[in-house]
C-alpha cells in the first residue's frame, strides 16, 4: 500500500528511516533476553572535589555489551526501554549492583564516598519505589547515606504528588536526593526548595562554554552559573559540574565556588576494578 499513499507522503516509507524502525523495534524486542544473560553491565565514574581534590561519590552508568552490535551507550536503549516499561527491571537491576559495588568499596564508615544511581522518569513515579530501594539496601548492606538517586527535574515537575512524599521518605532514611542535568530543564530552585534535594548536577553542556565575558564583555553563561552556585548554597544544596574535560573548565569551576567535578578530566566511566584503586578500600573484587 505504500503507492497507495500517493508522492506526497514519500517521507513516511524514507527506507533509513524505516530502517532505523526496524532496529528500534529489534532492540526493544531482546532486552529481557539481554537482561536475563546478563548483557547490560554496569560502569562507574567518579566525581572529585574541586577543593580537597579527593573523591567525593561514584556515579553509576549502564552500558548493553550486546553480542551483535558490540557496546551500546544508555542513549541507544535507555528511550526504548522507557517506552516498553522494561526501564523498571533495568533500573532496579543497576541499583541492585550499583549498592553491593559500593558495600565492597566501603565496608567501614570511613573514608567518605556514595554511590550516584539515576533514576528513570518511570522510577519516580513507580509506586513501588521506596519498598524497592530499601529492599536493595536491606539486601546489601549498604548505608543509606551511601546512596545517592540522579532525578531528573521534569520526572517531578508534573502534578503527581506521590513521586514527591516518596522522595521525602526515601531522603528520611537518609539517601541522597540529586538533581541531573540541571540548567537543562526548568531550573526551579524555587519550587525545588520544598524537595529533599541534597545536590544539584550541572548538566555538562553549561560546563563547555565557560568564560568570565564574551568578547563584547557581556557576561556569559559562567555569570549565570555563579549566581546558580551561590543561590544553590543558600539553599544548602551541593552542586557537582559533569563533563568536565580540561583543567581550565575545573579552574573556571573553582572560581564560581562549584563544590566537584565528574568528567573525562577525572577519569571516564569504567569497570569497578578501575574505579577501585580511587576509592581507596583496596578491596580488589570485580
Ligand atoms: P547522565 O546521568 O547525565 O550521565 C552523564 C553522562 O555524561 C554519561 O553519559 C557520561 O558518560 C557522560 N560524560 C561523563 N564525563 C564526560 C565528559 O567529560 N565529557 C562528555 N562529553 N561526556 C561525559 P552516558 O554514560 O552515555 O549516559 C547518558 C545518560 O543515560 C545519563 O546521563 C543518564 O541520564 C542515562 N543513564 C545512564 N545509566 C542509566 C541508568 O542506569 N538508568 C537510567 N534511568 N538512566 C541511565
Ligand atoms: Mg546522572
Ligand atoms: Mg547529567
Ligand atoms: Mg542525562
Redesign the pocket.
Known sequence: WAKAAGKGRWALFDPARDDLEIARYALSAQMPAALEHGEFVVEY?PMVSLFEGTLVGV????RWRHPKLGRL???EF?PLAEETGL?LRL?YA?LEEACEQAARWWPEPKPEGFIS????VRQVHDPALVTKVFDVLDRTGLDPARLQL?ITESSIMGTDTEPIAALRELAARGIRIAI??FGTGYSNLAYLRRLPVRELKIA?EFVTGLRATDAAGNPTDERILATLVSLAHTLGLTVTA????TTAQAERLRAIGCDAA????YG??GSAGAIGDLVGAGSGLA
Open positions: 565514574q556515579e553509576a552508568l549502564v551507550q544508555p542513549g535507555i526501564i533500573g543497576v544511581v539515576n533514576l528513570a540522579e541531573d542535568d555538562g559533569e563533563g568536565v574535560e565528574q568528567g573525562w578530566l571516564r566511566p
